[in-house]
């Protein structure tokens, strides 16, 4: 599985909007998705000449490059550059991970919005006293386990997870 660290804070801020985050998502699918901006504004149903800037702006962060493909006229084909994208943890720490917790953030909504009526959209919440040191090591066990044992047969999902102070103090 191709994975890419992301470690420069363009490459946060390319993923700071839901629209590329989508992008990715649609260009990292499985197998070696070729599509150009206008399949892509299609497929999202957006304004290709919206969608242009967030294209090259995923371009230039390097997320995804020209595919080598046949010809579509003027129309280039992109893909993404790795199937997998993980934050150096250098990154996280230094706080420059805001834009991209947004577009999770904005991501868990939509799911919400588009799952929940059908029953396969779960969420767990739990207050816990720990450090955060030892919340994030956790939360990284878990998603290494989840790595491990995931199933190429089984649809995909997202998991998300957050670890921060209540938002109101007792």
Same mark, same amino acid.
């Given at each position: 599985?191709?994975?890419?660290?992301?470690?420069?804070?363009?490459?946060?801020?390319?993923?700071? +909007?839901?629209?590329?985050?989508?992008?990715?998502?649609?260009?990292?699918q499985?197998?070696?998705?070729?599509?150009?901006?206008? /399949?892509?504004?299609?497929?999202?149903?957006?304004?290709?000449?919206?969608? +242009?800037?967030?294209?090259?702006?995923?371009?230039?962060?390097?997320?995804?490059?020209?595919?080598?493909? /046949?010809?579509?006229?003027?129309?280039?084909p992109?893909?993404?550059?790795?199937k997998?994208f993980?934050?150096a943890?250098?990154?996280?720490?230094?706080?420059?991970?805001?834009?991209?917790?947004?577009?999770?953030?904005?991501q868990?909504?939509?799911? +919400?919005?588009?799952?929940?009526s059908?029953?396969?959209?779960?969420?767990?919440?739990?207050?816990?006293?720990?450090?955060?040191e030892?919340?994030?090591?956790l939360?990284?066990a878990?998603?290494?386990?989840?790595?491990?044992v995931?199933?190429?047969?089984?649809?995909?999902?997202?998991?998300?997870m957050?670890? +921060?102070?209540?938002?109101?103090?007792?």
């Amino acid at each position: 599985m191709q994975e890419l660290i992301l470690d420069k804070p363009e490459q946060l801020k390319a993923l700071g +909007h839901p629209l590329r985050v989508r992008v990715l998502e649609m260009l990292g699918q499985e197998g070696d998705w070729q599509l150009t901006n206008r /399949e892509l504004a299609q497929r999202l149903g957006v304004d290709p000449g919206h969608l +242009h800037f967030h294209v090259r702006m995923l371009l230039k962060a390097g997320l995804i490059e020209l595919a080598e493909a /046949e010809s579509r006229g003027r129309e280039k084909p992109y893909r993404s550059v790795a199937k997998v994208f993980r934050v150096a943890p250098e990154l996280l720490a230094a706080g420059g991970a805001k834009d991209i917790q947004a577009a999770m953030i904005d991501q868990v909504q939509r799911a +919400h919005a588009l799952y929940s009526s059908e029953g396969v959209f779960r969420s767990a919440q739990l207050e816990v006293k720990l450090t955060l040191e030892r919340a994030l090591e956790l939360m990284a066990a878990f998603l290494s386990a989840a790595r491990d044992v995931e199933d190429a047969e089984a649809d995909k999902i997202v998991l998300t997870m957050f670890a +921060h102070p209540p938002a109101q103090q007792d």
